[in-house]
């Protein structure tokens, strides 16, 4: 048998035409990147699927034996899900993210599952799904201009995607509930103390200086291009490469059962969780949390918080923005209408 006959033979790169990932494999390393800059290397539908295609692919492939991801550009490793195409098209059609959340599950199992290193090349903010992406991976490597972020409970949803599962057993219980419910950035220093990286390195520059420890006002001027400081990550690319070398120096058995045997928390929580969530997350879509928060982001706005809080308060419904499906017409006889409406909206009788 030939090694282009034999089963899981090794597939060119170029024959996978992907859209929103850049895929490459050379010298043993696979290197996986969200290619979406313009929208803060946010995945869309399209590119999980794509995602774990190529995981699947490099797991698969015995010439390769540590595996990168990383976002494109300087700005964003992944901010999780498309907000944007979640306002559009499921908070429309809840049931639909019910599918959705099975290729989310799909895309983050492939990084569990395969049986060889993933590293996570932090080039910059990693939220929301972006943070959970890294949780998933087995080391993390954070230029210093980055950060983490959850947005969850801000956008009308909930971070059960890797986030409310992993970061308790990765920080601690105290340290997770307070990133969960306050979703506040964590700088890289505070990333690599709490644990939730391995290696922060510098990627801000003024001039040819590097700035170790570059502070939240220097890493603005980078970003920005302003009083001669810029974002460069060749630090990065190095440590990455050196860590992807040393993990290249083991037995590839080995270290595949090594990963299986260090991740039987991460899936004994995952898989005790994820499907309930699946479910919840979709029933959830259909009521006003998430339709508020997904438009408030799309509108640049604040979310309507307190809001929503004052009319439970007041005894109002909270579930949908015009109360209940509880009305009837005593004119026309339609049914099932919204209890804060004062007309028919079939036949435009006043409603008693």
Known sequence: MTASTRP?????????????????????????????????????????????????????????????????GDRAFCTGGDVKEYAATYVATPRDYWKYMALFRAYIESILNTGKPVVARINGMAVGGGNESQLACDLSVMAQHAYLKQVGTHVGSVACGGATQWLPLVVGDKRAREILFLNEPIPARQAREWGLVNWVVPSVRRADAWIQDATADEIRKAQRGEDGYRIDLSRLDTQVEDVARRLLASFAECTRYTKQQTNFLKDFVWHSTVRHA?????????????????QAFVEKRAPRFAMLRERAARGEATEAPWGAPVRACERCGAGNLPADHHWCGACGAPLS
Not at 51 to 64: C, E, I, K, Q, S
Not at 278 to 294: K, R, T
């Open 8 to 72: 899981f033979a090794p597939r060119p790169v170029e024959t996978f035409h992907f859209c929103d990932v850049l895929y490459a494999k050379s010298d043993g390393i696979a290197r996986i990147t969200i290619n979406r800059p313009s929208q803060y290397n946010a995945y869309s539908t399209a590119a999980l699927e794509e995602l774990a295609t190529a995981f699947r692919d490099a797991a698969f492939d015995d010439a390769v034996g540590v595996i990168v991801l990383t976002g494109a």
């Open 278 to 294: 699946q479910d919840w997350l979709a029933l959830h879509y259909a009521s006003w949390e998430p339709v508020e928060g997904m």
